[in-house]
């Protein structure tokens, strides 16, 4: 009989985060969740407060448990990687950071990116930045993931995975309303504002990255690894796709030079390499097969 694990969730608690959670509890994995109470876990998961950028509060909260995972889905700053190594450090036998496809904002490949084009360890971490700002966070979203990665990287603690995550889509509950805004838009006839030029992106499915993520959890490799299902999408495909299940949908593209565009329609590619996570083991899926099922999900269908 399989051995129960001790995982830690730190943040998770919707979208992908609780698929991933409610994978964990069915295969009989010992789970706690920490966030700063904003929301409860599902029954059955422990249940921490603590403010993660505080690092006495985390320390006090985590106590002297010891997990076999950690997995870190709300890490976005290198001030709150620090925070997790020297809390988690002797304390976990394994750390998996939830990362992001923009990590490669800076490789405006042709080709679809290897893990190689950012290595971590190259990355120079600067934890006197604005971190705590929020408008900096948000505009510095790829450079706070890649310095938090270099954190995790350069001086380790355990051994670290950083899940480098394409744009995901799916679910009735995709908070984002990404897919949301192409349906209002074709509803209404309203135009969907691109740039000029539009360039391709790999995606993956809300489902997926949540097997993907605790197949990971269970695996033995280190460094960063993407995940993104087979196919690149352009921005007319998920237009058609989601025309496609709204009676008379069209979808209408209106050119602007400077303005703000619509989600998703990219001034430079995002396309990663998944073949790394492939070789490892796991099997994705394509993007045009459930592409139909993503946008029924959103817009409240029956799948």
């Known amino acids: 009989m399989k051995k129960a694990r001790e995982v830690l969730v730190i943040g998770g608690n919707r979208y992908f985060g609780k698929r991933l959670i ?4 069915a ?26 950028d505080d690092e006495r509060a985390l320390a006090e909260a985590v106590g002297t448990r010891v997990f076999d995972v950690v997995l870190d889905q709300v890490c976005y700053t290198p ?9 988690f450090a002797g304390r976990t036998g394994r750390y998996v950071m939830t990362s992001t496809v923009e990590v490669y904002e800076h490789e405006d490949s042709e080709k679809l990116v290897p893990e190689a084009a950012v290595d971590p360890a190259t990355v120079p971490v600067d934890l006197e930045l604005p971190w705590d ?25 355990f051994p670290f995975v950083s899940v480098r995550v394409a744009h995901v889509l799916g679910g009735d509950d995709d908070f984002t309303g990404r897919l949301q805004h192409y349906a209002d838009r074709i509803r209404t006839g309203a135009p969907v504002a691109v740039p000029p030029v539009t360039h391709p992106a790999t995606y993956i499915h809300v489902e997926e990255i949540a097997d993907f993520l605790f197949w990971t959890a269970g695996e ?15 921005l007319d495909g998920l237009g058609t796709a989601v025309a496609a299940q709204l009676p008379g949908g069209a979808v209408v593209f209106e050119v602007t030079e400077s303005g703000e ?9 995002y396309g990663m390499d998944n073949s790394r996570a492939t070789r490892l083991g796991f099997t994705f899926g394509d993007v045009r097969q459930w592409l139909p099922k993503a946008v029924a999900e959103t817009l409240g269908k029956d799948v």
């Open 133 to 157: 700002d929020p408008e900096f966070l948000e505009s510095h979203y790829g450079e706070g993931k890649r310095q938090a990665e270099a954190v995790f990287t350069t001086d380790p603690a």
């Open 79 to 87: 001030r709150q990687a620090a925070v997790a190594r020297r809390v």
């Open 220 to 234: 033995d490799f280190t460094g960063p690894v993407n995940a993104a299902s087979h196919g690149l999408l352009a």
């Open 261 to 269: 565009v619509s989600p998703f329609a990219f001034r430079r590619r």
């Open 27 to 52: 295969a009989g994995d010992r789970v706690t969740v920490v966030n700063r109470g904003s929301s409860a876990p599902p029954p059955g998961v422990a249940h921490l407060v603590a403010d993660r």
């Open 22 to 25: 409610s994978r964990l509890v």
